[in-house]
């Protein structure tokens, strides 16, 4: 095994403790607590030796449920320095996935707040393979070890040897959210978390330094390994859409943040109040959101708190292949946003140079072996899949969504279905249409999300807009169009902005032949990003609703 071959995503953490040992590594504002580079290295070594005592060890699977906080922080490094896996969960999923995603992933140990112990001993969550307990910020109550007794100093002479972990070790297990499907546990190599650092640096020129504001819980874990200083603002990570517009505009203002993170609600929230009170954030270099598409009406609201030279960027990516592309918002307002409100769909931007990216065609079937031939040519929708050093290769204990979602190729590479469709144009661009399980087929076409919604987006009293199929003859779908509006509206106004909206519809082709709206008060969405459509919801609500 050759050096290049060691690779531990805890060193660059390390690495940046020695060359910016006082610069601060996170910074909690609201609980005035931080730690620099120095002491997060420090505190992960301690907590490593720790968990090197207790038998946390090299490949051992961790359940690791604590909330944003330095042991957090310090307690992931830690994890990594071991070579044991953490496993991540968002807890918003609920009690019944929480428990299959632990069954899936059969923890031996478990790190958590008494309330996920709590959980934990009530709901029998890995009760078959847990053997080692560790609590934050409780006494022994819960069983196993305090952290406090955890972590003891390590002496200066006698620092944590970081495992020696290859590229292709397993280095964590994350689950998706789960808004398209039950959650699926995606496996990362220490190569995967390198070759995403690696990119993310490259695509955005992140320099060591810079002040991140990440309002996503896992994408703060980027920053001390980038160089940047996180701030974590205090809110519930699992409502973003809710979120106190103060408590994230005071501290990215007060301490002059460079970068900031945020979905596609967040944003909106934020920049709706940032205007209204006149707030500008003149240290901000750029803003990324993902999650979902961001519309143009939201990325103009909130470039308008940003200096003249920021520019807000949306990756497309998924927790299986991160990132894949990214565009920025002076393309997206200056022409592809107008496209989106005439149906193209939405423009993801180009490809990332270490991702190799096919559109293929659309099916349900699973695709042993890749073939070059699956490829279709520009300007044809078809289901978007991707290879490179940042995709996740496997699910963990999931062979029939691997089955389905993977695609061997011969080269001894992998290539994975993203399950959303969308067409290359001829600049080389890459545009989403939506997920693939979410188009409408009807007797006589196939509607896709994206283009149809963008069209209805454009009415200027519609927040958002969602296309559903409900049962039709023959096994096919009809289309039925859910509404959510900016403002409630009485009965008089709902039908004048419905025909509003069959005569929008009624100006192109592939909405013409959509006839039925249906008002809903508030679409149901994810919980990891408060902006993923729960489009399935709908299709049953609308069913209902037209019977």
């Not at 909690?28 to 607590?33: K, N």
């Not at 991540?88 to 790190?111: H, Q, S, T, V």
């Not at 803003?287 to 960027?313: C, N, Q, T």
């Not at 039925?516 to 408060?530: G, M, S």
Request: aromatic content about 8%.
């Amino acid at each position: 095994m050759t050096g290049a071959d060691i690779v531990n995503i805890s060193l660059p953490l390390t690495e940046m403790a020695r060359l910016q040992p006082e610069t601060p590594a996170i910074i909690f504002p609201q609980e005035q607590r931080r730690l620099t580079f120095r002491e997060l290295e420090q505190e992960s070594q301690h907590i490593a030796t720790g968990f090197d005592r207790i038998g946390i060890a090299r490949g051992m699977r961790v359940a690791l449920l604590v909330p944003p906080s330095p042991e957090l922080f310090a307690i992931t490094f830690a994890l990594f320095k071991v070579g044991a896996v953490p496993v991540f969960i968002d807890p918003g999923i609920g009690a019944r996935n929480m428990k299959g995603c632990l069954a899936d992933a059969a923890p031996e140990a478990f790190i958590g707040i008494p309330k996920a112990h709590a959980a934990r001993r009530m709901l029998g969550w890995g009760r078959a393979t847990l053997h080692i307990l560790v609590t934050v910020g409780g006494g022994r109550f819960w069983g196993g070890t305090p952290f406090a007794e955890l972590r003891r100093p390590v002496t200066s002479d006698q620092p944590f040897t970081p495992a020696e972990t290859r590229r292709n070790e397993v280095a964590a297990i994350l689950f998706t959210s789960g808004s398209t499907g039950a959650p699926k546990g995606a496996v990362y190599t220490h190569g995967t978390f390198a070759a995403q650092v690696d990119a993310l640096r490259e695509m955005y020129d992140i320099k060591p330094g810079e002040v991140d504001l990440p309002t996503f819980p896992l994408f703060a874990l980027f920053a001390p390994a980038l160089g940047m200083t996180a701030l974590i603002p205090r809110m519930d990570f699992t409502r973003p859409g809710r979120v106190d517009p103060r408590r994230i505009l005071g501290p990215a203002a007060e301490y002059a943040a460079t970068t900031m993170f945020g979905s596609p609600a967040l944003l909106n929230r934020v920049g709706r109040h940032g205007v209204a009170n006149g707030i500008k954030l003149p240290s901000l270099k750029r803003v990324i959101s993902a999650g979902a598409p961001v519309p143009a009406s939201v990325l103009a609201r909130f470039a308008a708190l940003l200096p003249d030279d920021a520019e807000i960027f949306t990756p497309y990516g998924a927790t299986e292949a991160l990132p894949v592309s990214s565009i920025g918002s002076r393309e997206i307002l200056g022409e592809t946003g107008r496209m989106t409100g005439e149906g193209f769909g939405v423009c993801i931007g180009r490809p990332v140079n270490s991702i190799s990216l096919a559109i293929i065609p659309i099916s349900d079937e699973p695709i042993e072996i890749w073939r070059e031939e699956l490829a279709l040519p520009t300007g044809e929708v078809g289901e978007i899949t991707v290879r490179g050093p940042q995709v996740s290769t496997v699910y963990l204990n999931r062979p029939e969504a691997n089955r389905m979602a993977k695609i061997a190729d011969p080269s001894g590479e992998i290539w994975h279905r993203m399950g959303d469709v969308g067409y290359r144009d001829s600049a080389g661009r890459i545009w989403f249409c939506g997920r693939k399980s979410h188009r409408v087929v009807t007797e006589t076409e196939t509607l896709y999300t994206i283009p149809v919604e963008g069209v209805f987006n454009t009415h200027p009293e519609v927040f958002r807009t969602a296309l559903v199929g409900i049962d039709g003859t023959r096994g096919t779908k009809r289309p039925v169009l859910c509404v959510e509006l900016e403002a409630k509206k009485n009965r008089r106004e709902l039908t004048r902005i419905r025909q509003e909206l069959l005569e929008l519809g009624s100006s192109h082709p592939h909405t013409s032949g959509i006839s039925e709206i249906l008002f809903h008060p508030a679409f149901p969405v994810d919980i990891r990003h408060n902006a993923k459509i729960f489009r399935e919801q709908l299709a049953v609500w609308a069913q209902r609703s037209l019977v």
